[in-house]
């Protein structure tokens, strides 16, 4: 069974209802063929294809890949404005998105709707991906991505930096479909650097919130912010091996105090910082079984 619709600003009902309402406007599919899916989805190009028809599908050209037109994201058209656009398959379709929710690479970004044509929306999402960094180019699109960017932003730079779509439908990480609305008056402005900061550490967000769900399986609606704040909190103890920074994240998102607070832990942590040779993982390990009980008393009193 599909889990109910949870959205930004209070909408509710199946996908297709959300979908419709916006009936007035063109909707679309946004997907990314870098991530290989099986011909027989019926959600692969080739399959979309034969169903809505070669000019229902546009490129939206990456600057990074604008040289390989199939190898970028594509927008698909559902339904022009006033038509029904009643797909079958849309809830197919969400229980995708729910499956590949966890997944480092994934293929369903978005559900969309703006009053824009196809070919005018697939230009403006590319020109929204153009940031002023290094590299110029953010895939924004990517579902982690997005998130990680709502969870930043203010509500009306949200709202502003998704414009010309109206409603931008996505799965977050924990199962659950969130809509952010756009608005052409909302604020505009680009960025910052913080924001730019955190999206150059996408992969090990995602690395973490993996973990986590692997020892909590449900994950709370704001994971990928409190993951964000783990990894970069783990910065300021001065690790500098990932996989160390990792473990001690974890623990500050699993567990309910944190166990470099304990004085044992305090002092082999001390002691990895000093001796970046050393493992804080492996220092941790060789612990006293005193300290494990100490601390077990402490994360299970």
């Known amino acids: 069974m599909d889990k109910p619709m949870t959205t930004s600003n209070q909408m509710s009902g199946s996908l297709n209802e959300i979908m419709q309402r916006q009936q007035g406007e063109y909707r679309y599919l946004l997907l990314d063929p870098l991530k290989a899916v099986a011909e027989i989805n019926p959600l692969s190009l080739p399959t979309l294809r034969n169903e809505l028809g070669e000019r229902a599908i546009f490129p939206v050209l990456r600057s990074d890949l604008a040289y390989s037109p199939p190898h970028c994201p594509q927008l698909v058209l559902l339904a022009s404005p006033d038509e029904p656009g009643d797909v ?13 929710a966890l997944h480092e690479k994934r293929y369903l970004c978005a559900w969309l709707s703006s009053t824009l044509p196809p070919a005018s929306l697939a230009v403006a999402l590319a020109a929204r991906c153009q940031q002023p960094v290094e590299g ?20 009306e730079q949200m709202s502003g930096a998704v414009w010309p779509v109206s409603q931008w439908l996505y799965m977050r990480t924990s199962g659950e479909i969130a ?9 505009n402005r680009p960025v910052n650097w913080a924001v730019e900061s955190a999206q150059r550490e996408v992969r090990e967000i995602w690395a973490l919130l993996f973990a986590w769900q692997r020892v909590s399986s449900l994950l709370p609606e704001n994971a990928v912010l409190q993951a964000l704040q783990a990894w970069q909190g783990t910065a ?13 994240a974890l623990n500050r998102l699993t567990l309910p105090e944190e166990i470099e607070k304990h004085p044992a832990v305090m002092c082999v942590l001390q002691q990895a910082i000093a001796e970046p040779h050393q493992s804080f993982i492996h220092l941790f390990s060789t612990l ?3 300290v494990w009980q100490e601390l077990e008393k402490t994360i299970m009193p």
């Open 88 to 100: 079958a398959w849309l809830a197919g379709a969400e229980r995708y998105a729910r499956s590949e």
């Open 136 to 155: 110029g180019f953010i895939p924004l699109f990517e579902p982690l991505r997005f998130e990680l960017l709502q969870a930043m932003l203010p509500a």
């Open 179 to 187: 809509c952010q609305p756009g608005s052409a008056s909302a604020d």
């Open 236 to 248: 300021c103890t001065g690790l500098n091996r990932r996989d160390d920074r990792h473990f001690l």
């Open 288 to 290: 006293p079984d005193s």
